[in-house]
Every structure is written in C-alpha cells, then in structure tokens.
C-alpha cells in the first residue's frame, strides 16, 4: 500500500513538472514581446476598428505572450488569450 503511495507522488510530481514546461517553452503560437506588434496587426488586418483592435490585441499579446492565427477567430488555440474576459465577461481580445 505505501509503493501505491509513493508512486502516486512520483506520478503527481512529473505533471507538475510536464505543465509548467509546457507553460513555460509556450505554445504554437506563442511570441515574444517585440512580435506583439506585428502579430497584432495581421491580425486586426481584416477588422473595422482597426486602431481598437491593435490596441486590445497588444494588450492581451503583452499579457499572454501569444496570438491566435489569422485574422478572426481561432482563440481556442491560444487559453490565455481566449481566457481573458471585460469587466462585463465579454472576450477582451480580439
């Protein structure tokens, strides 16, 4: 019963490190913040408010450090991204 024990810990210990690598090296579309800018302005390229769009999505690039592809929609492949929420719980990023 304690091998159980012990493998158990051994197990949970090894997810904690697989998550935090995988949140660390970032995903597929993960950038640094000098690509912020341009990863931005592909993707507000196609919008009607173009200077609202490049400044929310700047914003939420900063604070992610990444950009869903093209230019609408496809936030499911970034969570931070697609996670972040108004004041009134609408999506913040564009």
């Known amino acids: 019963m304690a091998s159980f024990s012990i493998y158990r810990c051994v ?11 995988q ?10 913040p000098e690509e912020c800018p341009s990863r931005c302005a592909y993707r507000c390229s196609a919008a009607s408010a173009k200077e609202r769009c ?7 690039c900063l604070k992610c450090l990444e950009v869903p592809p ?3 929609g496809h936030k499911d492949l970034t969570p931070c ?14």
Request: charged content about 20%.
């Open 70 to 72: 093209g230019t609408w």
């Open 23 to 32: 949140v660390s090296m970032g995903g597929k579309y993960s950038c640094k």
């Open 54 to 60: 490049l400044d929310t999505c700047n914003d939420c």
């Open 81 to 94: 991204y697609n996670s972040l929420k108004t004041k009134k719980g609408q999506p913040k990023c564009p």
């Open 11 to 21: 197990f949970l210990v090894f997810l904690i490190i697989v998550s935090f690598l």
